[in-house]
């Protein structure tokens, strides 16, 4: 979870500091490939990786528990509901363990995004997150680090509910008709490759569901 999370976050971070200032300024960041001209601009090279240190702990801490915390709900649901309801409605665990999960991954984000997004989009604010975390709460408070919570929540939810369920089904029909053997009887490797691929075909269907959305 911490290196599918922090280290894929952190290697997008010029892509993700040109969306945010678009957000913030959209007359003055009017596309990406402009939006990468202001930048290189106003701040070369060394500004297009401004916040990489709170968005690698940010999302390495969200990938953590998004990961661990959902293979226990799954578990967590699945004996409460017991054998035969578990196989019967399988993804509705699936849905609801990955939603869980991200509720406590989301909490563990949160005051990293928001100390990140000020770096990134408030010139003069901090030079990262040892100076930007103190003098966010100085002037917010603890609480103010929680204040994009809810609308985190309404992002990240659908979208890890979606991978994760999808994820399931597809590694399950991997190996329902694409290898002829049992997966306690594929070799490690093998069983290591299907994971990646059923990883990346879940990412590109959520991620492009929840855009469109």
Same mark, same amino acid.
């Given at each position: 979870?911490?290196?599918?999370?922090?280290? @894929?976050?952190?290697?997008? @971070?010029?892509?993700?500091?040109?969306?945010?200032?678009?957000?913030?300024?959209?007359?003055?960041?009017?596309?990406?490939?402009?939006?990468?001209?202001?930048?290189?601009? %106003?701040?070369?090279?060394?500004?297009?990786?401004?916040?990489?240190?709170?968005?690698?702990?940010?999302?390495?801490?969200?990938?953590?528990?998004?990961?661990?915390?959902?293979?226990?709900?799954?578990?967590?649901?699945?004996?409460?509901?017991?054998?035969?309801?578990?196989?019967?409605?399988?993804?509705?665990?699936?849905?609801?363990?990955?939603?869980?999960?991200?509720?406590?991954?989301?909490?563990?984000?949160?005051?990293?995004?928001?100390?990140?997004?000020?770096?990134?989009?408030?010139?003069?604010?901090?030079?990262?997150?040892?100076?930007?975390?103190?003098?966010?709460?100085?002037?917010?408070? @603890?609480?103010?680090?929680?204040?994009?919570?809810?609308?985190?929540?309404?992002?990240?939810?659908?979208?890890?509910?979606?991978?994760?369920?999808?994820?399931? @089904?597809?590694? %399950?029909?991997?190996?329902?008709?694409?290898?002829?053997?049992?997966?306690?009887?594929?070799?490690?490797?093998?069983?290591?490759?299907?994971?990646?691929?059923?990883?990346?075909?879940?990412?590109?269907?959520?991620?492009?569901?929840?855009?469109?959305?």
């Amino acid at each position: 979870g911490i290196f599918s999370c922090g280290l @894929t976050h952190m290697t997008v @971070t010029p892509l993700d500091l040109v969306k945010c200032n678009m957000q913030i300024d959209p007359a003055k960041y009017k596309s990406i490939s402009s939006g990468f001209g202001v930048l290189l601009k %106003e701040q070369g090279v060394k500004g297009f990786f401004r916040g990489w240190v709170p968005t690698l702990l940010g999302y390495s801490a969200q990938g953590a528990c998004k990961f661990g915390f959902y293979e226990f709900f799954k578990k967590y649901y699945s004996d409460i509901a017991g054998p035969e309801y578990a196989s019967k409605y399988k993804t509705l665990i699936y849905l609801a363990g990955s939603a869980s999960a991200e509720v406590i991954a989301d909490i563990a984000l949160c005051p990293f995004e928001a100390v990140k997004v000020r770096v990134q989009t408030q010139p003069g604010f901090a030079r990262g997150l040892g100076d930007g975390l103190p003098k966010f709460i100085k002037s917010e408070g @603890t609480l103010g680090l929680y204040k994009g919570l809810v609308p985190l929540w309404g992002r990240q939810i659908p979208y890890t509910m979606m991978k994760f369920a999808s994820f399931e @089904t597809i590694v %399950e029909q991997i190996y329902k008709h694409a290898i002829p053997r049992p997966k306690n009887e594929c070799s490690k490797s093998l069983q290591l490759g299907v994971s990646f691929a059923g990883g990346y075909i879940a990412g590109v269907l959520c991620a492009n569901c929840v855009s469109s959305c």
